[in-house]
Nanobody, 124 residues
Framework: QVQLVESGGGLVQAGESLRLSCAAS????????MGWFRQAPGKDREFVAA???????DYADSVKGRFTISRDNAKNTVYLQMNSLKPEDTAVYYC??????????????????WGKGTLVTVSS
């Protein structure tokens, strides 16, 4: 079992930065693929970024060049550094864990573990 707890959300202005954290329980954190998703009001949840245990990364086109996913296996934590934020980045951001990068990126309905989310609001 893995439990995920997100933190770091808040209200920022367009162009500013924010870093989200996701703390994971469990001693096998280093073997999981970790991902970030988001869900804006009235929209479906969408993939944002993923990082495998071997440091393979993938990003949604909408965040490439602005967001960076990183992980600290010693701290059982994954981060999402978000720069140059835009109002359209406003959403609840969720952390996810699975043993498959393909599942994280392409089959999110099959993901093993989810956090409860943290709200990011970007004002214009």
């Amino acid at each position: 079992q893995v439990q995920l707890v997100e933190s770091g959300g808040g209200l920022v202005q367009a162009g500013e930065s924010l870093r989200l954290s996701c703390a994971a329980s469990g001693r096998t954190f280093s073997t999981y693929v970790m991902g970030w998703f988001r869900q804006a009001p009235g929209k479906d949840r969408e993939f944002v970024a993923a990082r495998s245990w071997s440091d393979v990364t993938d990003y949604a086109d909408s965040v490439k060049g602005r967001f960076t996913i990183s992980r600290d296996n010693a701290k059982n934590t994954v981060y999402l550094q978000m720069n140059s934020l835009k109002p359209e980045d406003t959403a609840v951001y969720y952390c996810a864990a699975d043993d498959s990068l393909y599942t994280i990126v392409k089959r999110s309905t099959n993901i093993d573990y989810w956090g409860k989310g943290t709200l990011v609001t970007v004002s214009s």
